[in-house]
Nanobody, 121 residues
């Protein structure tokens, strides 16, 4: 079994910064792609950023140049550095990961429960 836990959310003023973490624990052999999504009330879930196992990244147009996704494979953790935050960045941020489990080598998909980011003055 694998668990993903997000942390780092909170209340920040426009123009401020936050760093989100997505920590994976459990029976992990390796982690493939990890994606940060966000969802706010009344809106569809949006892909924010993705990082593959080699460190290749992809960003939504709405966050490119402001957000940076990175990973620490030794810690099984992926980060989302968010700078120049805007009120429209307010959402619950979830991480999603394809994990190679150490028991049988299966690749399974997991979600975290999310962390709330509120950008407001």
């Amino acid at each position: 079994q694998v668990q993903l836990v997000e942390s780092g959310g909170g209340l920040v003023q426009p123009g401020g910064s936050l760093r989100l973490s997505c920590a994976a624990s459990g029976s992990i052999a390796s982690i493939n792609d990890v994606v940060w999504y966000r969802q706010s009330p009344g809106k569809e879930r949006e892909l924010v950023a993705r990082i593959d196992s080699s460190g290749g990244t992809h960003y939504a147009d709405s966050v490119r140049g402001r957000f940076t996704i990175s990973r620490d494979n030794a810690k099984n953790t992926v980060y989302l550095q968010m700078n120049s935050l805007k009120p429209e960045d307010t959402a619950v941020y979830h991480c999603n990961a394809n994990v190679v489990e150490s028991t049988w080598g299966h690749v399974l998909n997991y979600w975290g429960k999310g962390t709330l980011v509120t950008v407001s003055s």
